[in-house]
């Protein structure tokens, strides 16, 4: 996907997705200002209200080998994203990363969550990458059936706190 593809979702939406760009900072900043407060907190596990110029350089100049991000776009608001989905390769264990979905509030439950999954998986697998790694909240039923979805195994691992740990191996 090296341009973009569009997609349907469960409810006929059509989504444009594609690799993030330099260019994407500002509908970045956006999306995230757009974010509900449990959304956020979910995403990033504590309230968060802007990302500094240096997280948005590092969010969106990725090298889609260690780091690669996608974003998608609602055909109808082309300049919106509504959802972005990134694994960053750990360094000290080279075939997983870690991975994060984030889909717009007015998207939930529609299918977007999921094909950003698949499309992370895909393109990490063929970066050589076998298993996503990630932190959810214990009560985040969504980022489990998620993570399921996209994973021939799934293992999770409480910690102490509403934080869980889990492994997806990601299926072939």
Do not use: C, W
């Not at 059509?14 to 760009?21: G, L």
């Not at 979910?42 to 996608?70: I, N, W």
């Not at 750990?90 to 950003?116: F, Q, S």
Request: net charge neutral; hydrophobic share 40%; glycine share 6%.
């Amino acid at each position: 996907m090296v341009h973009g593809v569009v997609h349907r979702l469960d409810d006929g939406t059509r989504v444009f997705v594609r690799p993030i760009r330099p260019g994407d900072k500002r509908s970045l900043q956006r999306g995230l200002i757009r974010l509900s407060d449990e959304s956020t907190r979910a995403r990033f596990l504590a309230p968060k209200d802007h990302f500094s110029r240096a997280e948005l350089t590092y969010l969106t100049q990725v090298d889609g080998s260690d780091h690669a991000a996608f974003v998608a776009f609602e055909l109808r608001r082309p300049t919106q994203v509504v959802a972005v989905a990134r694994y960053i390769r750990d360094p000290e264990a080279p075939e997983a990363a870690e991975a994060a979905i984030t889909v717009a509030d007015h998207l939930h439950g529609r299918g977007l969550g999921r094909l950003m999954g698949h499309v992370l998986a895909d393109a990490a697998r063929a970066e050589g990458i076998q298993r996503f790694t990630a932190s959810m909240l214990s009560d985040n039923v969504a980022v489990m059936r998620l993570f399921d979805s996209i994973s021939e195994r799934l293992t999770t691992q409480p910690t102490d706190g509403p934080i869980r740990e889990i492994v997806a191996e990601l299926a072939a």
